[in-house]
Every structure is written in structure tokens, then in C-alpha cells.
């Protein structure tokens, strides 16, 4: 099958596709990578009247750092980050998760900022960037706003952008020094999107933590403070204190009835908590692109 007729428009600047899409009375969808619209507009699932190009604006496709903080512009490719072409601040957990995304044709022209939007449960970045406190940056003709990425994504396909605004940028905080990460999946086979992940970012040193359960139906579960998940203390000692049933009734409470499927987020979620270790503290360069 084939698109239905669609007109298409590069703008050059963000204020000029802010006006673009105010102006705009007809269906309007935006493609930086095309990895998720492309077929979706061959199958007719969308059939949007205008497609906007969104890869000739500069300050989508731009990334630096500021202070702690890594800020990567909507159109950073997931090859780009696996890559190295910008900077880290998180001692490599991007690169790793960046490098296991489905397949290098789909790295290479798929883009952050298009997974976040998109917001399929199974998708990589949607969990990642929970787990790791990122934000991110959203623009419309009255002003900028940024939300935490748990409140981006409000659910299945569904994230929080109101009429006329795009997402622009994500904000990635440092891991300090000392930090873990841990990240795991469960695929059929490489390539293919998540049955389930396990995500957690833990700081031993400080007793913090933050864990998250995806490839749900919906958003991913967060336990925003994973203390409960080792008995009430992250230290040194994290991995041995994982408590499986405290994730289990965090699925219970998102609404998983299914006994085995909790089972195998669980499972999952536990084997990212084993591969949890200490991150090299980043020394990122003071600005990429």
C-alpha cells in the first residue's frame, strides 16, 4: 500500500514552522527520521493533508552542554549518540542504550526527539531517559516549557504537546561520580522492539535511586525513589537487597493483572540491577554538535 496525497514543506527555521503550524487549517504531521510516520503513512494509519520536514532547522539537529546538563536538539540521531559525534555526560549509559536500538539503517536516520513523541511503550528512549531524570524542552509561539520525561509521555502513542508546539530539545543530566546504571531489555531477537525493560540509575554513595519498568501498555512504571526496592537503602550492597516482590506490586498497582507478565518485567528489571555498576565519571567537551 501506498501514502494517500500529502503536500510537503521544509521550513529553514523553528519560528518559521511555529508559523507554519499556526497557520495551518489543514492535517499537519511533522517527520525528522521517518522510522515510525514512514510506515505508518504507507499503511494509511495517518493520512495527514501536509508533512513539515523538520531536519533543515539548525537548532534541531545541534547538541552542547550546559553546566551539568546535556542538551540534544529533537533531530540528534540515535547513530550520533552511538557514535560519539556529541558530547556525554552520563559515562557512556547513552551510548550503550544509543547502540542497541533495532538496527544501524534505523540509527542512522531515526532521531531522539521522534521516539520521544511517538511514545511506543517498546521504545528505548522513552524508558532510558525516565530513568535517567531527562527532560525535555517544548516550544510553541507563545514561549518554551520543559517537562520531566515522565510527564511527557502520558501514554501509549500519547505525549503532552498542546496544539502548534513541537518538542525541540532533550535535557540530559550528568551522572556524578560514583553513579550506576543499569539497562536491559527482553527481545524475541535483536533488532525487534522490547517485550520488556529494566532501567534503574542508582547513587550508592548518596542512598538515591530512581528505577523504571517499560515496554508496558502504557508509560513506563518509575519508581522515582527506588529505596523500597532494597529494603528502604541503596548502598554499596544495592544488588544484593533487590526486593522482586516491591516490583511486582508496582505492576500490580499500574494495572498488569498478568501474573507471568509481571513476571518477566520483574525478572528483567532485576537482571538491570545486577548489571548495575559504577559509570567512568564524564568529562564532556564544553559543546558539540
Same mark, same amino acid.
Given at each position: 500500500?501506498?501514502?494517500?496525497?500529502?503536500?510537503?514543506?521544509?521550513?529553514? *527555521?523553528?519560528?518559521?514552522?511555529?508559523?507554519?503550524?499556526?497557520?495551518?487549517?489543514?492535517?499537519?504531521?511533522?517527520?525528522?527520521?521517518?522510522? *515510525?510516520?514512514?510506515?505508518?503513512?504507507?499503511?494509511?494509519?495517518?493520512?495527514? #493533508?501536509?508533512?513539515?520536514?523538520?531536519?533543515?532547522?539548525?537548532?534541531?539537529?545541534? !547538541?552542547?552542554?550546559?553546566?551539568?546538563?546535556?542538551?540534544?536538539? @529533537?533531530?540528534?540521531?540515535? !547513530?550520533?549518540?552511538?557514535?560519539?559525534?556529541?558530547?556525554?555526560?552520563?559515562? $557512556?549509559?547513552?551510548?550503550?542504550?544509543? *547502540?542497541?536500538?533495532?538496527?544501524?539503517?534505523?540509527?542512522?536516520?531515526?532521531?531522539?526527539?521522534?521516539?520521544?513523541?511517538?511514545? #511506543?511503550?517498546?521504545?528505548?528512549?522513552?524508558?532510558?531517559?525516565?530513568?535517567? /531524570?531527562?527532560?525535555?524542552?517544548?516550544?510553541?509561539?507563545?514561549?518554551?516549557?520543559?517537562?520531566?520525561?515522565?510527564?511527557?509521555?502520558?501514554?501509549?502513542?500519547?505525549? @503532552?504537546?498542546?496544539?502548534?508546539?513541537?518538542?525541540?530539545?532533550?535535557?540530559?543530566? @550528568?551522572?556524578?561520580?560514583?553513579?550506576?546504571?543499569?539497562?536491559?531489555?527482553?527481545?524475541?531477537?535483536? $533488532?525487534?522492539?522490547?517485550? !520488556?525493560?529494566?532501567?534503574?540509575?542508582?547513587?550508592?554513595?548518596?542512598?538515591?535511586?530512581?528505577?523504571?519498568?517499560?515496554?508496558?501498555?502504557?508509560?513506563?512504571?518509575?519508581?522515582?525513589?527506588?529505596?523500597?526496592?532494597?529494603? /528502604?537503602?541503596?548502598?554499596?550492597?544495592?544488588?544484593?537487597?533487590?526486593?522482586?516482590?516491591?516490583?511486582?506490586?508496582?505492576?500490580?498497582? @499500574?494495572?498488569?493483572?498478568?501474573?507471568?507478565?509481571?513476571?518477566?518485567?520483574?525478572?528483567?528489571?532485576?537482571?538491570?540491577?545486577?548489571?548495575? $555498576?559504577?559509570?567512568?565519571?564524564?568529562?564532556?567537551?564544553?559543546?558539540?554538535?
Amino acid at each position: 500500500m501506498k501514502p494517500a496525497p500529502f503536500a510537503w514543506e521544509r521550513p529553514g *527555521s523553528l519560528a518559521a514552522l511555529l508559523d507554519r503550524l499556526a497557520q495551518a487549517t489543514c492535517n499537519v504531521k511533522l517527520i525528522a527520521g521517518g522510522q *515510525s510516520l514512514g510506515p505508518m503513512l504507507n499503511l494509511r494509519l495517518v493520512e495527514p #493533508d501536509l508533512i513539515l520536514d523538520i531536519t533543515g532547522i539548525p537548532e534541531l539537529r545541534e !547538541a552542547r552542554v550546559e553546566g551539568d546538563t546535556l542538551v540534544l536538539g @529533537a533531530c540528534v540521531t540515535h !547513530a550520533d549518540i552511538e557514535d560519539g559525534r556529541v558530547a556525554d555526560v552520563t559515562g $557512556g549509559a547513552l551510548q550503550r542504550v544509543a *547502540s542497541a536500538i533495532a538496527y544501524r539503517p534505523v540509527r542512522n536516520r531515526g532521531t531522539v526527539g521522534g521516539s520521544l513523541v511517538h511514545a #511506543d511503550p517498546a521504545a528505548d528512549w522513552v524508558s532510558a531517559l525516565t530513568a535517567l /531524570g531527562a527532560e525535555v524542552e517544548i516550544a510553541g509561539r507563545n514561549g518554551r516549557r520543559t517537562l520531566p520525561v515522565e510527564r511527557f509521555v502520558t501514554g501509549a502513542l500519547e505525549v @503532552a504537546l498542546g496544539a502548534g508546539e513541537i518538542l525541540v530539545a532533550v535535557r540530559v543530566p @550528568a551522572l556524578p561520580a560514583g553513579a550506576a546504571w543499569g539497562y536491559v531489555k527482553h527481545c524475541a531477537k535483536i $533488532g525487534e522492539f522490547a517485550h !520488556a525493560i529494566g532501567a534503574v540509575r542508582l547513587e550508592p554513595g548518596a542512598g538515591l535511586g530512581r528505577a523504571v519498568i517499560g515496554a508496558v501498555e502504557g508509560p513506563p512504571v518509575l519508581l522515582a525513589d527506588a529505596r523500597p526496592l532494597f529494603g /528502604g537503602r541503596i548502598g554499596a550492597d544495592f544488588a544484593a537487597r533487590f526486593d522482586p516482590r516491591v516490583a511486582d506490586q508496582a505492576l500490580r498497582e @499500574a494495572g498488569m493483572a498478568d501474573a507471568v507478565e509481571r513476571h518477566i518485567h520483574v525478572t528483567v528489571l532485576a537482571r538491570a540491577v545486577a548489571a548495575a $555498576g559504577p559509570v567512568p565519571h564524564a568529562k564532556p567537551l564544553p559543546e558539540a554538535a
